[in-house]
């Protein structure tokens, strides 16, 4: 009885393995457009999440607890004005002393100035930073050092470069003790920072020397009441679960040493690399998304060529499904035998895009090209849909197969 049943069950399978095997090349080219459209879903879904997964890995060497405060925008008389230059390095001493669960404060003042060394010469964005910001920011020297308390107290004139600006302006040359014009001063090269690789703002493209002697090279601007005004403070938060709570305190305090009124606008900004992280990783899931809805309209060309193939499967196989028929078929026994060819075919379609996906992908991440990132989600994702693409793309000529009068369809040539 058991094995009556599954007969039963195996024979549209059957069925439709013969009608495909016996069409080779009709079924080849049906499965090509699907082979392509899975691919395309697999190989642009896989560089989108690799672009995020990079992403957050730069985002990740910045410090998983880390938060910057930064000058914003202000309103007055209820219009919407430039950048504020009220962010001081009080604010960050105020900080550092009220807010609880603050592990490390560092104040920073930025400007772009002339670096130049013999004939070599390059803009650069020099950053005067006190001693904790290295720390704070998760930045590493890979030779030489960087300066100590004792630097910044005194005013030295030491500078730590990025990685690409010490290749700019020494090239293969060790740059450890070379000394060089910044702006108005001349700096020691004191260390060379590891490399942090491509993302904004990188420490790479940059140079960091102490706080004092910024003030030196440039003339630090002051508010109205004394403060120095600093371009952004960096802190990190010894709890990161107290993470919004430490971003509440520093709100409610920078608004009250600002004199803010209750119904202004923040004059500052903070983002912690958690929030960053978190914004870009849902931004850059719509963008995969998005990449794989344009790759899916290949699938969907894919599934107007299987209908159009299967249409003119039924048109020639009229005579069998008259005799089919007649020799007691039921219309449910034809319409399921189409419609398992029809899903049959895109699923094998299915399976060979995963690979030719899988190869793209591989083969864009090992040249260099961009990471990428295949997971088990877009492998499950693209085979379904393809599946998916068959069974409805298969029911019309299947239900037209099954609705053929047997008498008519005995008389066709």
Not at 67 to 77: A, K, L, M, Y
Request: overall charge neutral; glycine content about 10%.
């Amino acid at each position: 009885m058991k094995k009556d049943q599954l007969k039963k069950w195996l024979e549209p399978l059957e069925t439709a393995w013969v009608g495909v095997a016996t069409h080779k090349l009709r079924s080849s080219l049906t499965i090509l457009g699907i082979v392509i459209g899975v691919a395309a879903v697999i190989s642009l879904m896989s560089i989108g999440r690799g672009a995020e997964a990079q992403i957050i890995s730069n985002i990740e060497k910045m410090g998983s607890n880390l938060i910057t405060i930064r000058p914003g925008s202000f309103t007055f008389g209820g219009v919407r004005g430039g950048v504020s230059e009220t962010l001081t390095m009080e604010d960050a001493e105020a900080i550092s002393q009220q807010v609880p669960y603050i592990s490390a404060v560092a104040s920073s003042y930025s400007s772009n100035l002339q670096l130049v060394m013999g004939g070599e010469n390059t803009n650069a964005q020099v950053n005067g930073i006190t001693p904790e910001y290295m720390q704070i920011n998760n930045m590493k020297v890979a030779s030489g050092a960087s300066f100590s308390e004792q630097d910044y107290q005194r005013g030295a004139k030491v500078a730590v470069f990025g990685a690409n600006v010490a290749k700019t302006l020494f090239g293969n040359a060790p740059p450890i003790g070379q000394q060089m014009r910044m702006g108005t001063i001349i700096v020691y090269v004191i260390g060379v920072l590891e490399s942090k690789g491509t993302r904004f703002n990188s420490p790479d493209d940059a140079v960091y020397i102490p706080l004092a002697a910024m003030q030196q090279a440039v003339a630090q601007p002051r508010t109205p009441q004394g403060g120095r005004i600093v371009t952004a403070i960096s802190l990190t938060v010894s709890d990161q679960s107290q993470t919004q709570n430490v971003i509440d305190a520093i709100t409610s305090l920078l608004r009250t040493s600002h004199k803010l009124a209750a119904s202004a606008d923040n004059d500052f900004n903070i983002m912690s690399t958690e929030e960053i992280a978190s914004t870009l990783s849902e931004t850059m899931g719509t963008m995969t998304l998005l990449l794989g809805a344009i790759a899916a309209i290949s699938l969907l060309v894919g599934g107007i060529g299987v209908m159009n193939i299967m249409l003119v499967s039924v048109l020639e196989r009229t005579r069998e499904i008259g005799i089919r028929k007649a020799l007691g078929a039921r219309e449910r026994d034809i319409w399921l035998q189409f419609l398992i060819e029809a899903a049959f075919l895109t699923f094998a379609g299915g399976i060979i895009g995963v690979v030719l996906g899988w190869v793209v992908a591989y083969l864009v991440s090992s040249m260099g090209l961009m990471t990428t990132v295949v997971t088990a989600d877009i492998v499950i994702l693209a085979v379904s849909v393809s599946i998916g693409i068959g069974l409805f793309f298969g029911f019309y000529p299947a239900w037209n197969a099954s609705r053929l009068n047997p008498i008519e369809a005995l008389r066709a040539e």
